[in-house]
């Protein structure tokens, strides 16, 4: 009778086969499973950057372009209405259009004409400008631009002129003071306000829309952080 013998070691060689195989197999399981996990990292990061921004556009337009421009409008409006209905008593009545026409077309004004100044601008326009300037010390991370625009800047040192101006005249009432009838103690001789801003704040909260519209559904657009791009060339001084 003849006995076959099986030469040592031969019987671990398909072992030693499954385990390569079951090596790389582990390979390309680990492989597949970090590629997943990559994709899904940038898909994600992707998605985070694109909702920051969208959110920040929709903060942008909601809690500083759009309540500001409303409010600049209804001032225009409201100087408009005061043109045409509580004009000073001396002087032509100017159109609320004309830009060259000035309440204060002289340095001096009769007493009367003075204190309808006065009472319009404590009652009506500051608060108006105050509301449009908190709007702006509130959200200073929503401007378009690090800086304040040139005609927001203007209007800011309008505003806080017209702070300075009314502390004296509050003083002039407490002391029981004659009034200062003069030019220079009841408007601000050089921080007028800007012309145009009304307009140029329309533009930027249109730019600002039609960005929104066109980052919203595409995940691979968002904006930079500024958004400087956006601020008009008529917006730019």
């Not at 209405?81 to 032509?92: D, E, H, K, M, S």
């Not at 101006?165 to 003083?171: D, F, G, L, T």
Request: proline letters at 6%; glycine letters at 4%.
């Amino acid at each position: 009778m003849t006995t076959t013998t099986t030469p040592p070691g031969r019987h671990f060689l398909p072992v030693r086969k499954v385990a390569r195989w079951l090596y790389q197999a582990a390979n390309y399981i680990v492989a597949g499973v970090i590629g997943v996990a990559v994709v899904g990292i940038i898909q994600h990061w992707i998605q985070t950057n694109h909702d920051d921004a969208l959110a920040r556009l929709r903060d942008q337009i909601d809690k500083l372009y759009q309540p500001f421009y409303y409010e600049s409008r209804t001032n225009d409006l409201t100087w408009c209405a005061f043109v045409q209905g509580a004009w000073r008593t001396t002087g032509p009545l100017p159109t609320c259009s004309d830009s060259s026409k000035s309440y204060w077309d002289s340095e001096r004004l009769p007493e009367q004409d003075v204190l309808r100044w006065r009472n319009v601008i404590k009652t009506v326009f500051q608060p108006s400008n105050l509301k449009m300037e908190g709007y702006i010390k509130d959200n200073p991370s929503l401007l378009i631009t690090d800086e304040l625009t040139p005609k927001w800047d203007a209007f800011i040192r309008h505003v806080e002129s017209y702070k300075r101006i009314i502390a004296e005249w509050e003083h002039e009432e407490a002391l029981k003071k004659p009034i200062s009838r003069d030019r220079s103690a009841n408007v601000p001789m050089t921080e007028l306000y800007p012309s145009g801003l009304t307009e140029c704040t329309h533009k930027i909260l249109d730019a600002l829309k039609v960005e929104y519209n066109r980052m919203k559904g595409n995940p691979f657009i968002w904006s930079t952080s500024g958004n400087e791009k956006l601020l008009p060339k008529e917006c730019q001084s």
